[in-house]
């Protein structure tokens, strides 16, 4: 049984809930806000007895729901966003539920982030749901305890005839334990066993839901929504420059080892100097506003992780990157060091174990060889990135950040442990203090690195596929589009080049390559399999022709915010920007009409505003 009690409080009331036979108690507060309805669970409301005890909350967990044959879809944050139809017949076919836990899996898992890197998996970025009925929509906003909630979707039939989307927040997780036994780190992960942990997480609970009508009931009004809540609660960057055509954003491969049987090879694919020459040879031809990305550039080169920050001297050293450094500042180009901060190597794990992730059976994360671990987020940002910091303020340069802005993890570490939501608020905290000073630094995308990034890596420009989605929408970029720039797949390591411009152009992205200076052939018996075609001089005419045409075409576009995206028919799309610029993507191997637009077959139209 439970026992419930209403109370007035500010601008709204408050519930409390008694389970008596549990001796469970909590409350529920909601309140009204101009348009917005934001409903709290406060963490100093729970209170549990001796023999029970909470492990998750569903908050509203049919809120807006409504029946299959109704006119509208459901809106979820699966990679740049995606919508599932209610009367689609797909979707009334489903019989299985669909979560996304944000910000990706919720344990430390290095097979995991290896997996989801080979095979571009997509994450929820960004702590978001939605559903539009007819002409009214909702999007709710996990604004407190975002990084332990899960977005579920129900689509009709497969428990009830109504479609519902949720969240859920989790106050005590699975952990694994192991019969220690065993051989510690080096166990077989089958003998792993399940059990929740005993401690309660510390956290308050909130969802803020936005209402919109008319016009602005769909994703791209949800998208406007969140980008203004955004900026009402300073969490997107708004510093950046303002740039005055489309930037080229060009990766730089620079060096890796060939392991061998006795003495292991460095190959060097391109150096500081061929990088400077490869950037000139760009900037002679028109291609005169580009964001760099250097990698491999660090003694031992590509993907030798948690590494001392010494520059290869194989690739001209120290002076070789000041020279480089000089250039791309007289250019004013962007120039970004690339680097890995949450792996570290089998060499350097013993040396102070204090540093690296733990799993609730206290023994360190690793994968499945035992020859990567993870490094604890307080030795992160208070040893390791501060030497970093020291490199990129010698030679004035941006820093990547590969990792914080993408996993997030609890960490069972004896002298700093950290829950994931406080993973997520130590890094806010701490990115905070190194962009202060104006340090530029690029992450991948989750939400909480938006007030800081500088540069927004790997964006993913697709959904994962899943028999439920209806269609993948732009949802990501319509919220960032003109205050940070973004990157995703280079267009030389794309199956179908024309495709991946369009979606460049569709979604907002920068025209991005990876090339080196020699071929890609050299390094074929690498751990590097990304890299089939990477050739400057066979590329050269294609990077050229993309920037000339994506700049002739679109160039007064970059800091313009998207605010609508429209599918007109199969394969043709409609973007609008607050510059009043139309843009129109035809996918379609013919040409189409809308109005007195023509677009010609996988191409694109531009119309001024």
């Known amino acids: 049984e439970v026992y419930f009690n209403i109370t007035e409080i500010n601008q709204g009331f408050k519930v409390d809930f008694n389970f008596n036979q549990l001796e469970i108690r909590f409350s529920v507060e909601f309140k009204i806000e101009d348009n917005r309805l934001i409903v709290t669970i406060p963490f100093d409301s729970i209170k549990e007895g001796k023999k029970y005890g909470i492990t998750a ?77 007819e002409n009214s929509a909702f999007l709710g906003i996990i604004n407190k305890g975002e990084a332990d909630a899960t977005i579920k979707y129900s689509p009709g039939g497969s428990i009830v005839d109504l479609n519902y989307i949720n969240a859920t927040f989790t106050y005590r997780r699975v952990i694994d334990l192991t019969d220690l036994g065993g051989s510690g780190i080096n166990q077989d992960k089958d003998e792993f066993i399940a059990k929740f942990d005993m401690k309660l997480q510390k956290k308050d609970a909130e969802i803020t ?15 406007n929504a969140y980008r203004a809540y955004l900026l009402d609660n300073n969490k997107l960057n708004t510093s950046n420059d303002n740039y005055d055509s489309i930037p080229l954003y060009l990766n730089i491969f620079m060096g890796i080892y060939e392991d061998r049987v006795l003495f292991d090879k460095y190959i060097s694919m391109t150096d500081f100097d ?49 020279k480089l450094s000089q250039y791309t500042r007289s250019r004013k180009f962007e120039l970004y060091l690339n680097n890995n901060f949450i792996k570290s190597g089998t060499n350097k794990i013993f040396s102070d174990r204090g540093r690296l992730v733990f799993s609730g059976a206290s ?16 030795h992160l940002f208070n040893k390791f990135i501060p030497q970093y910091l020291k490199l990129a303020k010698r030679y004035q340069i941006g820093l990547t950040l590969e990792g914080p802005g993408k996993w ?76 940070i720039p973004y990157y995703s797949t280079p267009g030389n390591l794309s199956s179908d080049f024309t495709a991946q411009k369009l979606k460049w152009v569709e979604y907002g992205y920068l025209p991005s390559f990876e090339v080196s200076n020699k071929s890609a052939e050299m390094i074929k018996y690498t751990d590097y399999n990304k890299l089939f075609s990477s050739q400057f001089s066979y590329l050269k005419n294609t990077i050229e022709e993309t920037v000339k045409d994506m700049n002739d075409r679109l160039g007064n576009i970059q800091n313009a ?49």
């Open 408 to 483: 997030v993890y609890d960490d069972h570490n004896s002298k700093h442990p950290f829950t994931r939501q406080q993973s997520v608020d130590y890094i806010v905290d701490n990115l905070k203090n190194i962009t202060a000073g104006g340090q530029r630094i690029s992450l991948e995308g989750n939400a909480y690195t938006l007030a800081s990034s500088s540069l927004i890596r790997n964006l993913s420009d697709d959904d994962s596929g899943y028999d439920i989605t209806t269609k993948p929408v732009p949802f990501y970029q319509m919220v960032v589009h003109g205050y």
């Open 57 to 133: 909350i569903t908050l509203l967990p049919v809120f807006g729901a409504c029946n299959t044959d109704t006119d509208g879809y459901a809106f979820y944050p699966d990679g740049s966003g995606a919508i599932s139809n209610f009367n689609s017949k797909k979707s009334k076919s489903l019989t299985t539920d669909y979560s996304w836990t944000i910000y990706g899996t919720d344990k430390a898992d290095i097979d995991q982030y290896h997996y989801e890197e080979n095979t571009d998996t997509r994450n929820a970025m960004m702590p978001v749901f939605g559903m539009k009925k």
């Open 209 to 223: 839901y936005v209402f919109l009508e008319n016009h602005e009931a769909d994703y791209s009004g949800m998208a």
């Open 274 to 322: 061929q990088t400077i020459d490869i950037l000139k040879e760009l900037d002679s031809n028109g291609s005169n506003n580009c964001i760099i990305g250097l990698s491999g550039w660090s003694e031992n080169g590509y993907r030798e992780y948690y590494t001392p920050f010494v520059v290869e001297n194989k690739l001209g050293g120290g002076n070789g990157l000041t």
């Open 363 to 378: 023994i360190p994360v690793t994968d499945q060889n035992n020859t990567l671990y993870l490094i604890n987020m307080d």
């Open 561 to 609: 915010r998207m605010i609508n995206h429209t599918q007109l028919q199969e394969g043709v799309y409609e973007i609008k920007y607050d510059n009043g610029t139309m843009v129109y993507v035809n996918y379609n191997n013919y040409q189409v009409s809308i109005g007195d637009i023509s677009v010609k077959a996988l191409d694109y139209t531009v119309k001024k505003g």
